[in-house]
């Protein structure tokens, strides 16, 4: 069964715009875990423009589902994250003019960083995972790390225009998961999933959890948090069961 998590930082993108108390995303997160949801995302970024430290730590104490910390490998967060323990750190590269997550981490150009950066964890009993396009070689470098998943960065995907784009895009991304499937690492996905484009993606087999933000937010402002996960819950779960019908019936054919 796929698992969604839900990222939950643009409720405190709307709180800070006016600087208050509300919305407050620790309520969101609840209500994501009421609904569902697996798991609750959050990216504390060192510009704290979405959540804070406090948000993180009352997060922590709320929810009892899992809990994933998006990060940059930057000392200051690694200091807060080794203190709160969440389940999960995805680590992400990070730049202060981005909008959001442009692309994945570059794991090849600092493997030894990134393998000290997983066993400070793993010291701590803190499952990591490395948000990475899908390429062969981040991969295998990632595997060098001993990190124990990968998320796969959609945000390709989500960008394709034409169905020969998409059709190579989903190829890329069905050969990067069968890799690191092979490989017995843990495989996500995420970044730009929404409501039309997530169904092909919980088509692709071994895909173990997905990471998705702000389609699930936008559309909680018209129906409330807990429908609009469970409106993506039930995307995920149709395209498992029809993905399984299928496959059963090829083997059937065999
Ligand atoms: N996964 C990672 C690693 C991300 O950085 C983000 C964006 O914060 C997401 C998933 C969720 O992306 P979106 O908000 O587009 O669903």
């Known amino acids: 069964m796929i698992e969604l998590n839900v990222n939950i930082d643009h409720v405190a993108t709307i709180r800070n715009a006016r600087g208050g108390k509300e919305p407050d995303p620790v309520t969101a ?26 948000d993180l730590r009352l997060i922590k104490e709320t929810i009892s589902v899992k809990l994933d910390l998006e990060m940059a490998a930057n000392e200051e967060i690694i200091k807060i994250a080794l203190e709160t323990k969440p389940t999960m750190v995805t680590i992400v590269p990070e730049k202060r003019q981005e909008l959001t997550t442009e692309g994945g981490l570059n794991v090849v150009a600092d493997i030894a960083k990134y393998k000290d950066l997983v066993s ?14 899908p390429e062969r070689e981040q ?8 990190a124990d998943m990968v998320e796969f960065h959609t945000g390709v995907y989500a960008n394709c225009k034409t169905k020969k784009e998409l ?32 169904y092909a993606i919980a088509q692709l087999p071994n895909i173990n959890e997905l990471s ?7 559309r909680a402002i018209f129906v409330g948090i807990e429908q609009a996960v469970k409106d993506m819950l039930k995307i995920i779960r149709e395209a498992e069961l029809i993905s399984n019908i299928q496959n059963l019936r090829k083997e059937v054919k065999h």
């Open 29 to 54: 997160a609840l209500k994501a875990e009421l609904a569902g949801a697996n798991g609750i995302v959050c990216h504390l970024r060192e510009d704290r423009r979405h959540i804070n430290d406090r």
């Open 120 to 133: 400070i964890f793993h010291d701590k009993d803190i499952f990591v995972s490395f948000f990475i396009e």
């Open 139 to 146: 991969i295998e470098a990632t595997l060098t790390t001993n």
């Open 167 to 198: 059709k190579d895009e989903i190829k890329r991304l069905s050969t990067a998961i069968d890799f690191a499937q092979k490989n017995a690492l843990k495989i996500a996905a995420g970044h730009g999933l929404n409501y039309q484009n997530t």
């Open 212 to 218: 998705i933000g702000h389609s699930i937010i936008s």
